[in-house]
T-cell receptor, first 115, second 116 residues
């Protein structure tokens, strides 16, 4: 079964607008971490933001924020004030404490920022 | 430190040949990971080292694949008798124990393998 679902294969957003990228996850582990990565065309995966399952507040990092809804098992990434350089693939990933050290990644969402 | 380095960036090989990739992690990171990413998909976990010990291997890592991290620094990933299905981007990442929540993994730019 898919552990990470990203239902939006592609998204478009106008420059300077905000955009939400969806991520839902499936786990029975009470302790887990959720991560978002950006992958530009150069191929390197860039860490954006982290949310722990026990964190009481939604994570924020600059223009990135994570809308964490634990009961719904969703961890949507919100990018405010989009910039042309935000055009890239975005991956949601999960790391479960009881299942080793590796991340499970979703299929990704391609974001295109329009001028 | 310039981050995680992978070499080569691109590799084209004929089916049946052996290939070896190298990864140099961030020097103070004791954990090193290999992932494989096929076109249009997210990365899939292959294997993980803590220092020189290989602690986890995915079922994706068939007998033709072997990874080493002999002195707990750089790592190599070898694929023997390559098949067309091995064509993918091979990503290396590193992390320092206890810092994943703050920094995640640091990934390299990957090695793109094409088997013809």
């Amino acid at each position: 079964a898919q552990k990470i679902t990203q239902t939006q294969p592609g998204m478009f957003v106008q420059e300077k607008e905000a955009v939400t990228l969806d991520c839902t996850y499936d786990t029975s582990d009470p302790s887990y971490g959720l991560f978002w990565y950006k992958q530009p065309s150069s191929g390197e995966m860039i860490f954006l933001i982290y949310q722990g399952s026990y964190d009481q507040q939604n994570a924020t990092e600059g223009r990135y924020s994570l809308n964490f809804q634990k009961a719904r098992k969703s961890a949507n990434l919100v990018i405010s004030a989009s910039q042309l350089g935000d055009s890239a693939m975005y991956f949601c990933a999960m790391r479960e404490s009881n299942y080793g050290q590796n991340f499970v990644f979703g299929p990704g969402t391609r974001l295109s920022v329009l001028p | 430190d310039t981050g995680v380095s992978q070499d080569p960036r691109h590799k084209i090989t004929k089916r049946g040949q052996n290939v070896t990739f190298r990864c140099d992690p961030i020097s103070e990171h004791n954990r090193l990971y290999w992932y494989r990413q096929t076109l249009g998909q997210g990365p899939e976990f292959l294997t993980y080292f803590q220092n020189e010990a290989q602690l986890e291997k995915s079922r994706l890592l068939s007998d033709r694949f072997s990874a080493e991290r002999p002195k707990g620094s750089f790592s190599t990933l070898e694929i023997q008798r390559t098949e067309q299905g091995d064509s993918a981007m091979y990503l290396c990442a590193s992390s320092q124990q206890g810092q994943i929540s703050r920094y995640g993994y640091t990934f390299g730019s990957g090695t793109r393998l094409t088997v013809v």
